[in-house]
């Protein structure tokens, strides 16, 4: 699925995630769907961009018309990456190339959030949290360290069995 086109598929993604929760778990809470959507669309952008800028000397461009993602096709989660060729760029300092990584990754992840057309409201905490969430999980992750407290909620707790998940914003 190209990243480009993330916003007009979006609403049939988030019906279809809705379904495919009920048929599993039996509910979809109201906003759960389009949270994993959107959770979805951000994280493996944040990942890449997060995992060039620490280990190699390069800032990829997050331009959505560069960026595609696979995903299973039976749970509709992200599986694959790929990132075609574009003006990505050499930065030498670590700190500024993290920096500059960042504020590319959080332009389109902003953006993407602020637009995802939802069927349940979605607050802007929950949109915008996301964005630096994803952010702050992947550094976490390629520095091996437990996931951080999170500003957005997946809802993943309203399924029947299920907790919130580490670093949720609902655990005490």
């Given at each position: ?78 599986v694959a990456v790929q990132v ?58 390629l520095a091996g360290a437990p996931p951080p407290e999170r ?22």
């Amino acid at each position: 699925m190209p990243l480009a086109q993330a916003l007009q598929i979006a609403p049939g993604w988030i019906e279809t995630y809705r379904e495919l929760t009920i048929a599993q778990s039996g509910t979809a809470p109201p906003g759960m769907p389009s949270a994993f959507v959107l959770q979805y669309l951000i994280d493996p952008l944040a990942t890449v961009v997060s995992a060039a800028a620490r280990l190699t000397p390069f800032v990829l461009s997050t331009d959505p018309g560069l960026w595609s993602i696979g995903l299973d096709p039976t749970y509709l989660y992200p599986v694959a990456v790929q990132v075609r060729p574009g003006d990505h760029r050499r930065v030498e300092d670590d700190v500024e190339r993290l920096d500059v990584a960042y504020e590319a990754y959080a332009a389109t992840a902003r953006a993407i959030a602020t637009d995802l057309p939802s069927p349940t409201k979605m607050s802007s905490l929950q949109r915008l949290g996301m964005v630096e969430d994803m952010w702050e999980i992947s550094l976490a992750r390629l520095a091996g360290a437990p996931p951080p407290e999170r500003q957005s909620c997946c809802l993943l707790y309203a399924l029947p069995g299920c907790q919130p998940c580490a670093g949720c914003p609902r655990r005490d």
